[in-house]
């Protein structure tokens, strides 16, 4: 478990406009959450790396971006309408609902192993031993599509991305003359009914994921397993930076696999609330294409040309959700230190993951000639590397302070020397050290 505390980051977050509670005037709503200008930084940052490291840099790799909502049968085919259910509890004396399995501290979801596990319980909330047994219940959000509000227009918004991807696959593979093996990727936002939405963004009912159905021949399943795991693990260690030791692996048992998966391993991540699931591998097999095939009565099936075979592929999944990464990212980075009896807390972010490359800070904000001079460094810094922020609120320790919080990697300092030889002073994140160096060499 990370020694972070949760309400330090979620306190950060607020405080330097990473991430607000979604409507907080009216009170909010749990489970929705709002990214603010540095939040929404560090997340398109995310995305892009995940995006660059997934597709771009891989030929056989396709992006989509399919509607959040389908035709419902896509969620009947794909087992959701009758089985993407978490087991519940009510309490009768004061009517809270629970997560059974959550109650129960296990990853089972079995019931009648939840109903044992859950004898002589008592509610959270109210402390009476009045809970009902365990039933399932269908996590996806409804809506109607069109004026009338009756059965033949009941829509879902999407549990997953990777159900666009399905039912896209025959459309990816002809238009971009695709052979096995080849992947579709997605990002965008996923819609799930949770229980009991909590741990700030980890567990929403509105988030986004990053999904990447890989197609094979059923033959490669085993290498291709593992190479997606491997990717999982590089992407977050080299991409992203975090900590090895803050990862670990955990392979599903049995009772925990989603119904549509013969073999899952997710990489869990230490959150400040426990090590939890962050990044899941999962061997789906022929499941998905099968049954839109069956459903949709469209053939699915795969001519190999080389081995003159006709077969359904099999799907390796990967998945991840943005918001859990993000998440991560942040706890990861969190540093407390004390300099001088003072705290510092400092966000260790990768440079190209900090909302700002750069703060540019005139030494004396009512001196002009610093000021201009500043600005001008300032513009040009900003010409080349876009996010790049002027800071000229309070003392340069206050500015340092506020910049080391939201994870500026350098702080630039115009003083009066700047005026003489065209130097200016940067300052380093981690060490605090700080160097003189000429404004040509810095742009
Ligand atoms: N397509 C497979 C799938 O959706 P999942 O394990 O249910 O699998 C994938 O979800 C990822 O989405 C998780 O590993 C997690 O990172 C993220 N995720 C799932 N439920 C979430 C929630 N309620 N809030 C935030 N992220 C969630």
Redesign the pocket.
């Given at each position: 478990m990370s020694t972070v505390k949760l309400e330090e980051i979620v306190s950060l977050a607020k405080r330097r406009g990473f991430v607000f509670q979604a409507s907080e005037i009216y009170g909010g709503l749990a489970?929705f959450w709002d990214y603010g200008p540095l939040g929404v930084e560090l997340a398109n940052r995310i995305k892009a790396e995940w995006w660059s490291a997934m597709v771009t840099d891989k030929d056989n790799v396709f992006g989509i971006d399919g509607a959040i909502i389908q035709n419902p049968n896509l969620w009947k085919a794909s087992g959701h309408v009758a089985g993407f259910t978490d087991p519940l509890v009510d309490c009768t004396n004061c009517g809270a609902r629970h997560r059974a399995d959550h109650l129960a501290d296990t990853d089972s979801t079995d019931l009648e192993e939840l109903t044992e596990l859950l004898k002589g319980k008592s509610c959270p909330k109210c402390g009476k031993q009045s809970l009902t047994k365990p039933r399932t219940y269908n996590m996806m959000m409804k809506t109607w599509v069109g004026p009338i509000e009756d059965a033949s227009s009941v829509a879902y918004l999407r549990?997953?991305?990777?159900g666009s991807i399905f039912i896209n696959y025959e459309n990816v593979r002809e238009t971009m003359r695709a052979k096995l093996p080849f992947g579709i990727a997605q990002i965008g936002k996923?819609f799930?009914n949770?229980i009991s939405?909590r741990d700030f963004?980890?567990?929403?009912?509105e988030?986004?994921?990053m999904?990447m159905q890989y197609f094979i021949n059923p033959d490669d399943q085993e290498k291709s397993y593992q190479d997606w795991r491997d990717f999982a693990w590089k992407f977050l260690t080299a991409s992203l930076g975090i900590k090895a030791d803050s990862l670990e692996w955990h392979q599903h048992a049995e009772n925990e696999r989603?119904h549509?998966a013969a073999n899952?391993h997710?990489i869990y991540f230490k959150f400040p609330f426990g090590s939890k699931?962050?990044?899941?591998t999962?061997n789906r097999t022929d499941f998905d294409l099968s049954n839109h095939s069956k459903e949709s009565k469209k053939d699915l099936s795969y001519f190999d040309e080389q081995t003159k075979s006709r077969f359904i592929p099999y799907v390796i999944?990967s998945?991840?959700?943005?918001?859990?990464?993000f998440l991560a990212v942040l706890t990861d980075a969190y540093h407390e230190e004390e300099i001088n009896g003072e705290k510092r807390v400092v966000l260790k972010l990768k440079p190209e993951l900090a909302p700002y490359r750069f703060a540019v800070s005139p030494l004396l904000k009512n001196k002009a000639e610093l000021v201009e001079k500043a600005s001008e460094l300032f513009k040009a810094l900003k010409k080349k590397h876009g996010n790049v922020i002027w800071d000229d609120n309070g003392n340069i320790g206050k500015r340092y302070r506020r910049q080391d919080e939201i994870g500026t990697p350098n702080c630039i300092t115009v003083d009066f020397q700047s005026l003489e030889d065209d130097t200016v002073t940067i300052r380093d994140r981690d060490t605090t050290e700080q160097k003189r160096i000429s404004i040509s060499e810095l742009i």
């Open positions: 489970g549990p997953e991305t990777a996923a799930r949770e939405p963004i980890f567990r929403a009912r988030f986004e994921q999904e989603a549509y899952a997710d699931e962050l990044w899941g999962h999944e998945s991840v959700g943005l918001d859990r990464m």
